[in-house]
């Protein structure tokens, strides 16, 4: 369920691109100060942000590893962009005549990374429960600090995971998680990218959480204020889970992100015995039952699914139903280790999540990638199960898809320009010998720690190890007290 401050120094020389802050006159987003706290970070210098949407600029980095279905890699290569998206990209010997400005890249430029599924304001529990299974997490450690979160807590605890994020090299997150007012807030202060899908659930024991239908009636309305009203934030709809909501209320949350059109997010089968009344009483698979309610029937992130039987997984492949595979949270509440190589065989929609920082705890989804193919080869007992470019393919390609997504995850032409600079003057990268050396060293050897420069929609985000949008010791100090103030 979640992460926590990455350990990201800056680079240890001088910047590592030329001009790297005027690469971009800066974006101005849609803002809405009025539902902000006070203090709220709109940007590392506190002024709005500005970006001409016409230039178009040209990056040559030492190598570029597309993720595109070839997983074609180029060395040297060259990506353009214009309008914030990708208008070419491949080796830089073919590269077209350009009129535009041309920025030398010292490193390896991929796709952001796509975390399927997080709570990332959860920043203000890292910590908070330690060594203890789901059940003992949530009940009595985790959902009684939440009962006393106000708005600017949230906000504060998104804004530190945007930087975290971004540090890392995530450019996309799908967010499950309450006050969707204030995490908006910070996605859009910090300039990262967000699925956001306000969670519907049922908790009598919060005096001031409404009942799960006043909660899906806010949501919806949420939603159509908001669908429309930001190019980097797409609004979905999610059900906790089926243990956390009555059957009727998850069966009603996804008909209504059905009726229009939206994402519908729910875990599943986390644990084994989460739900085990519920399918005791109906001699039914929690899959099988949301399936005979006809939740399956739209668009569906089932987030962890570690307990699927064969038929649990065939129904997921008959109705199209996208996994969010969260290894890391898994493993540290010793809740499993999820079918992965079943699924992808059954060619389902798999991408990575983190979960929340206080299960993980941090929101690096470049752990994510290593131990998936780890966990993969333990389970199966194949020392080729997940090789290299499929484990990175499921932090961005594999990612996008999992989400519905056709605009990000790769860097292909018409894509957003969502990139990440990784620094190749480490000892992870020696030697290249092999061309496969560099897919394989970005997996195995290299971390996020060599991340040195983030972009969205072509907007530089990232510079030198450190995020440009977020006033990051301010975010730290607020998550601090209020953390403080919660656990009490």
Request: negative net charge.
């Amino acid at each position: 369920m979640g992460p926590g401050p990455s350990s990201h120094a800056p680079a240890p020389r001088g910047p590592r691109l030329e001009n790297a802050l005027l690469l971009v006159p800066p974006l101005r987003w849609p803002r809405r100060p009025d539902r902000r706290p006070p203090g709220a970070c709109h940007n590392l210098l506190n002024e709005p942000l500005a970006w001409d949407t016409n230039l178009s600029i040209r990056y040559r980095a030492d190598a570029v590893v597309t993720c595109d279905p070839a997983f074609s890699v180029h060395r040297p290569g060259v990506v353009e962009v214009e309008r914030g998206r990708i208008s070419w990209v491949g080796s830089a010997a073919d590269a077209p005549p350009t009129s535009g400005p041309e920025h030398r890249l010292a490193g390896l430029l991929m796709p952001g990374l796509v975390n399927v599924h997080c709570h990332s304001p959860m920043t203000l529990f890292r910590g908070a429960a330690e060594d203890v299974p789901l059940a003992v997490f949530l009940r009595e450690l985790l959902w009684p600090r939440e009962s006393r979160l106000e708005r600017d807590d949230v906000y504060w605890g998104m804004t530190l995971a945007c930087a975290e994020l971004l540090r890392a090299g995530v450019t996309t997150t799908c967010e499950m998680y309450m006050q969707e007012e204030a995490i908006l807030a910070a996605v859009l202060d910090a300039g990262t990218r967000c699925l956001l899908t306000p969670g519907v659930l049922e908790m009598p024991s919060w005096p001031r959480f409404p009942s799960w239908r006043r909660r899906l009636a806010d949501v919806l309305a949420f939603r159509a204020e908001h669908a429309a009203a930001h190019e980097r934030v797409e609004v979905g709809v999610a059900a906790h889970s089926a243990y956390a909501l009555p059957l009727e209320g998850v069966t009603a949350v996804a008909r209504a992100a059905q009726e229009v059109g939206a994402l519908f997010h729910i875990h599943v089968a986390e644990t084994r015995d989460e739900a085990q009344e519920l399918e005791r009483q109906h001699g039914k698979t929690v899959p099988a039952l949301l399936a005979d309610q006809g939740c399956f029937d739209g668009r569906v992130l089932a987030a962890h699914c570690v307990w699927l039987s064969d038929a649990d997984l065939q129904l997921f492949a008959e109705h199209d139903v996208a996994v969010a595979h969260c290894p890391q949270s898994n493993a540290k509440l010793g809740a499993g280790i999820a079918r992965l190589t079943d699924m992808l065989r059954l060619r389902l929609r798999v991408g990575l999540g983190t979960d929340g920082p206080a299960s993980n705890n941090d929101l690096d989804l470049w752990e994510e990638m290593r131990l998936t193919p780890l966990l993969a080869r333990l389970k199966t007992g194949e020392a080729q199960a997940l090789p290299a470019p499929e484990a990175v393919r499921l932090a961005t390609s594999g990612g996008a898809a999992a989400l519905g997504r056709d605009d990000i995850g790769t860097l292909e032409p018409g894509r957003l320009a969502d990139m990440v600079l990784v620094r190749l003057d480490d000892p992870a990268f020696v030697p290249l010998v092999e061309p496969r050396d560099v897919c394989s060293h970005l997996l195995w050897s290299a971390s996020s720690r060599l991340i040195s420069d983030v972009w969205v929609a072509g907007q530089q985000v990232v510079a030198n190890g450190e995020c440009l949008t977020v006033d990051r010791e301010r975010a730290q100090r607020e998550v601090q007290l209020r953390a403080v103030r919660l656990a009490g």
